[in-house]
C-alpha cells in the first residue's frame, strides 16, 4: 500500500508541475524519463540505455538538457508511462510492444514467429528502412510522441515451463504458456498447440509458483533477473520472437529543442541503443546471470533446426492471417516491408 501511494504522489507532484508552469517546466529542459526496469546500468538493457542516455545528453549539453531517470515504475506501469509523455507529464519512456499496442495495433506485425536467423540481423532491420518506417508511422499515429528509436529487451525469446522438456510441437500440447495481453503472442502459442495465458508482468512469479501458469516466454536476460529459474524447472531456446522497446519523447518537448540539442538527443539515442544490445548480450554470456548459469539451475536445449522449421511453418501463417484480419491495408503494407527486410538481414553478412 505505501509503494502505491508513494508512486501515486511522486506521479501527483510530476503532473502538478507541469499543469502548473508548463513554459517554465520545458525552458528549463529537463527530460523525465520512466521505464520498468532495476536502476543498474549492467543489470538490464533498459537501464543500460537510460544510463547511457542521460550521461551522453547531460555532457554533451553543458549541463543546459537534464535528464531526470525514473525506473522500477516508480511512475505507473509501462502503458501509464506512455499516457504521461503523450500528456507531457514525462518527457520519455521506453515501451514493451505489449504496452505499446493498446495505442498503436499495427505493433502486432514484428510477432512473425521465427522470422529472424541471428541477432545482427534485428539490428539492420530496426537501424534500417524498416525502423525508419514503424517510427514514422507510430509517430502519425499516436497523437503527442515522437519515436526516435527501438533498444533492445534482452534478445530473443526463450520459452520456460514447468512440465516438460520443449523439443517438439507435441511438447507444446496442453502448456498454459503467459503471454503479453496481446492478441499475436496468443496465436503463437494457440498455434504451437499451447494454451495462451495473457497475464500482466507483475503478476507473472507468483502466477508460475502457485501453478495458475505452467510457464512463460522472454529473453534470457529477463528470465536470469526476475529469477524464474526458482520456479521454472525447463528453458527451451526457441529464439522465436524479437521485440525490442520503442523510445520515444514527448512531440512538443522536442520540437521545441534546438536543432544542436535534438541532434545531441538522437546520438545520444543511438549510442543507448548501441549499450543495451551490449548489455543484453553479455548478459546472455555471463556465467552467472546467462544462459550458463541458468543451465546450472534449469534444464535447457535447444530445437533442431528440423524442428524449428515446423514450428515456423505452424506459427506465421497464423500471425500473418491475423495481420490482415485485424490491422487492415496499412498492416498488410508493414507486415510485408517487415518479412522483406528480415529476409534480406538474415542472408546478410558482417563486412561482406
Keep these: 500500500m505505501r509503494q502505491t501511494i508513494t508512486k501515486i504522489s511522486a506521479i501527483s507532484l510530476l503532473a502538478a508541475s507541469v499543469i502548473a508552469t508548463p513554459m517554465q517546466a520545458f525552458a528549463e529542459k529537463v527530460i523525465r524519463f ?3 526496469n532495476k536502476a543498474d546500468v549492467m543489470e538490464n538493457p533498459a537501464h543500460a540505455f537510460a544510463g547511457v542516455f542521460k550521461n551522453i545528453v547531460e555532457s554533451a549539453s553543458n549541463g543546459e538538457i ?4 525514473y525506473p522500477s515504475n516508480q511512475l505507473g506501469s509501462a502503458k501509464e508511462h506512455v499516457q504521461q509523455v503523450k500528456d507531457g507529464i514525462i518527457q520519455a519512456t521506453l515501451t514493451s510492444t ?50 526516435l528509436g527501438f533498444p533492445d529487451t534482452g534478445g530473443f525469446f526463450s520459452v520456460t515451463n514447468s512440465v516438460r522438456p520443449i523439443e517438439t510441437l507435441d ?16 496465436k503463437i502459442i494457440q498455434s504451437l498447440g499451447g ?25 534470457i536476460p529477463t528470465v536470469s533477473f526476475a529469477k524464474f529459474n526458482e520456479v521454472q524447472q525447463y528453458l527451451t531456446l ?16 522536442f520540437a521545441g529543442l534546438t536543432e544542436q540539442e535534438q541532434k545531441i538527443i538522437r546520438y ?37 533446426p528440423d524442428e524449428r522449421e515446423k514450428f515456423r511453418k505452424a506459427a506465421e501463417p497464423a500471425i500473418v492471417k491475423h495481420v490482415e484480419a485485424t490491422l487492415g491495408q496499412e498492416g498488410v503494407e508493414l507486415l510485408t516491408l517487415f518479412r522483406n527486410e528480415v529476409a534480406s538481414a538474415n542472408d546478410s553478412l558482417y563486412l561482406n
Design 34 to 36: 520512466g521505464h520498468d
Design 66 to 69: 537534464k535528464v531526470e531517470v
Design 98 to 147: 505489449g504496452a505499446l499496442s493498446s495505442y498503436y495495433p499495427r505493433i502486432g506485425v514484428l510477432d512473425v514467429a521465427f522470422a529472424f536467423g541471428h541477432n545482427a540481423a534485428t539490428y539492420d532491420v530496426f537501424d534500417g528502412k524498416f525502423g525508419k518506417t514503424l517510427a514514422q508511422d507510430i509517430d502519425a499515429s499516436v497523437d503527442g510522441v515522437k519515436v
Design 171 to 186: 511438447d507444446f500440447k496442453g502448456i498454459r504458456i503467459r503471454t503479453m495481453t496481446l492478441p499475436s503472442h496468443q
Design 195 to 219: 494454451e495462451a495465458y495473457p497475464l500482466a508482468w507483475g503478476e507473472v512469479y507468483s502466477s508460475l509458483q502457485t501453478g495458475v501458469i505452467d510457464g512463460q516466454m522472454n529473453p
Design 238 to 253: 526457441t529464439n522465436h520472437l524479437f521485440a525490442p522497446y520503442t523510445f520515444m519523447m514527448n512531440e512538443d518537448f
Design 268 to 304: 545520444a539515442t543511438h549510442s543507448g541503443i548501441v549499450a543495451s544490445r551490449g548489455v543484453a548480450r553479455a548478459i546472455e554470456a555471463s556465467e552467472d546471470r546467462g544462459l550458463a548459469g541458468l543451465k546450472s539451475k534449469m534444464k535447457v536445449n535447444s530445437i533442431s
